[in-house]
Every structure is written in C-alpha cells, then in structure tokens.
C-alpha cells in the first residue's frame, strides 16, 4: 500500500538551531512530495514541492527540503528556527504526479515547537 | 481573490441529523477534493472531482455524499451524521499541474 510516515509525532528545537523534520514514502513510479504547514485552527498552506531535478528543493519562510530517491525520504529543513515556525507540518505525495483530480496521500503531522 | 471557502466554520449536530458543507473556489480550478481531519491522523480523502460533472470516491467515502455544483462548487453531505464524523474538514482545489489550496476547515462534532 501506498504511505506517507512521518517518524517523530513532535520536534522541539530552540530558537535560532537548525531544524529537521523527517519525511519517508514508499509509492512506486516518481511521485510528487510536497510539505504543507498548518497553524492552529487554520487551514493547510503549501511550503514547498519537489517534482524533478535538483535534490534541494527551497520554498517558503526560509525552508527547504532535501529529497533522496535512494532511502525514499524528503525531508524539511530550516538553517535558523524561529519560534513563528511552531506549527503541524504534514508531509504529502502525489503518486500520479499532478494529473487531474489526483489526490495526496498524507503523513500524519509532526508538531515543530521552538522555543526562546 | 477569496481563495477556498468553506461554510459553515463550525456545527454540531445530533446523531441522524443532515447537513451540506459547502465549498467554493474562486480560481478557476479544474479539481476539487473533500479530506477530513483527526488527531494522529493526517488528512484522509473523502471523494474529488477531477472536473465540472464528475466526482469519485476517495480513501473515507462512506456516509459521505458529493455534488460538484458547477466549476466553482463541490458540496460535501452527510444524511445521517454519527459520532464517528466529528472531525475537521478540508475542501481543496489545484489547477492542472500544480499544488493543491486548501479551505480554511469546517470543525463538526456529531453528538
């Protein structure tokens, strides 16, 4: 079956550290991965994709994303955490790239909390 | 541009009790799509609508029906709400080829 896991339920890092938050796939073909954020009681925005071509993937608010095919991962990173950046962030892909109607399959979140 | 709206931002129903959650867009976006919400859960697919006049079901289809109203539209109804259905729901839209925009939610609890 096609899955998203996303190891740590939470992520706590200090303010001004560099921050990881782990992301691993197992679909079949070259899917499409993408990061969403999602602040309390708002809805999903979009931060970042990778569709081909370089491994390092920069997007929104400062963060990139690393992408391995070899150990299927995509993880979201940031040089500097902010404590603005505490906030659920799910891990999505696209099995079928971005055809139409072709919906995400999602991880179930990790809480990033940075402290000051 | 208003994004993705959703109507109403919360509810709470008894158990067998209806309603239409609405969902509307204003991009010009061919796909739409209905997820839920639950804690340690991620989002689950409800059903999606490729394009104006069709729709299929997703991950979580049962108890749920949809309408894809017209281009702008997709409405997402429960005809016998249980307790199983409290949850927050998306409704999302991309265009072709790009990343999916999300809905600001509908929180419901079925009592």
């Known amino acids: 079956a096609q899955s998203v896991a996303q190891p740590e339920d939470q992520v706590n890092v200090a303010e001004g550290n560099p921050l990881t938050v782990k992301c691993t796939y197992s679909?079949?073909?070259?899917?499409?991965l993408f990061w969403y954020v999602q602040y309390p009681n708002r809805g999903l925005q979009f931060l970042l994709k990778?569709?081909?071509?370089?491994?390092l993937v920069k997007g929104s608010y400062g963060f990139e994303a690393e992408f391995n095919k070899s150990q299927t991962s995509f993880h979201l990173k940031k040089p500097s955490a902010l404590v603005s950046d505490s906030a659920l962030y799910f891990c999505?892909?696209?099995?079928?790239?971005?055809?139409?109607?072709?919906?995400?399959?999602f991880g179930k979140g990790t809480t990033l909390s940075v402290s000051s | 541009n208003a994004g993705v709206t959703q109507t109403p931002k919360f509810q709470v129903l008894k158990t067998g009790q209806s309603m239409t959650l609405q969902c509307a867009q204003d991009?010009?976006?061919?796909?739409m799509y209905w997820y839920r919400q639950d804690p340690g859960m991620g989002l689950r697919l409800i059903y999606y609508?490729?394009?104006?006049?069709?729709?299929d079901k997703g991950e979580v289809p049962n108890g749920y029906n949809v309408s894809r109203l017209n281009k702008r539209e997709f409405s997402l109804r429960l005809e016998s709400a249980a307790p199983s259905q409290t949850s927050v729901y998306f409704c999302?839209?991309?265009?072709?080829?790009?990343?999916?925009?999300f809905g600001p939610g509908t929180r419901l609890t079925v009592l």
């Open positions: 609508s490729a394009s104006e006049g069709t729709t």
């Open positions: 999505a892909v696209s099995p079928l790239g971005l055809q139409a109607g072709t919906a995400l399959i």
């Open positions: 679909v079949s073909g070259n899917p499409y």
């Open positions: 999302a839209s991309s265009p072709q080829g790009r990343e999916q925009f």
């Open positions: 990778y569709i081909t071509g370089d491994n």
């Open positions: 991009m010009n976006h061919n796909s």
